[in-house]
T-cell receptor, first 115, second 109 residues
Framework: DTGVSQNPRHKITKRGQNVTFRCDPI?????LYWYRQTLGQGPEFLTY????????KSRLLSDRFSAERPKGSFSTLEIQRTEQGDSAMYLC?????????????FGPGTRLLVL | GQQLNQSPQSMFIQEGEDVSMNCTSS?????WLWYKQDPGEGPVLLIA?????ELTSNGRLTAQFGITRKDSFLNISASIPSDVGIYFC?????????FGAGTTVTVRA
């Protein structure tokens, strides 16, 4: 399977714990995005990387959130001191940078439940 | 928050019917994308539109990029049971996508 992969698919944690999610983009896709989706809504942009550089962070991404893409390949999203409001589906997408036509392909997501 | 208004919010289909949904925005976009999402899964790309006025088909799906760059529609012809799911429109100006709230398509009993 050469699509975007995410691990774990599901995570249940207690409030106050730290969690980390991983995204492996499609090979050679240099742009990588993180989105968050709550029930009944479309995904909302969190942050994106071009290669290893993090180029924008949404104001949705509080100080408790951090994302990295150390070698320009896989990425991790960490949430520290989780809160119940962090419960959501966290989606990763990747795209190749080819001129003006960019198409983002999504992974299956990591569903987080904070108790 | 969501910038795009997607309608209808939900619809019931009968096998064989044609289905239409649309998306409008107060802002212009350079790209419009349509995705389908099944429960517990990530969105799957259906159609990408890159130019105002562009009309693109993918099998039984047809989508158009509005001439004002502020709207798009998606048509599904001769619907089948596996068409059920949530359809999202997404607009892109530079890099990030802005999504609508989705149209939920359900099979009418």
């Amino acid at each position: 399977d050469t699509g975007v992969s995410q691990n774990p698919r599901h995570k249940i944690t207690k409030r106050g714990q730290n969690v980390t999610f991983r995204c492996d983009p499609i090979s050679e896709h240099n742009r990588l995005y993180w989105y968050r989706q709550t029930l009944g809504q479309g995904p909302e942009f969190l942050t994106y990387f071009q290669n290893e550089a993090q180029l924008e962070k949404s104001r949705l991404l509080s100080d408790r959130f951090s994302a990295e893409r150390p070698k320009g390949s896989f990425s991790t999203l960490e949430i520290q001191r989780t809160e119940q409001g962090d419960s959501a589906m966290y989606l990763c997408a990747s795209s190749p940078l080819r001129g003006a036509r960019e198409t983002q392909y999504f992974g299956p997501g990591t569903r987080l439940l904070v108790l | 928050g969501q910038q795009l208004n997607q309608s209808p919010q939900s619809m019931f289909i009968q096998e064989g019917e044609d289905v239409s949904m649309n998306c409008t925005s107060s802002s212009i976009f350079n790209t419009w994308l349509w995705y389908k999402q099944d429960p517990g899964e990530g969105p799957v790309l259906l159609i990408a539109l890159y130019k105002a006025g562009e009309l693109t088909s993918n099998g039984r799906l047809t989508a158009q990029f509005g001439i004002t760059r502020k709207d798009s529609f998606l048509n599904i012809s001769a619907s089948i049971p596996s068409d059920v799911g949530i359809y999202f429109c997404a607009g892109q100006l530079t890099y990030k996508l802005s999504f609508g709230a989705g149209t939920t398509v359900t099979v009418r009993a």
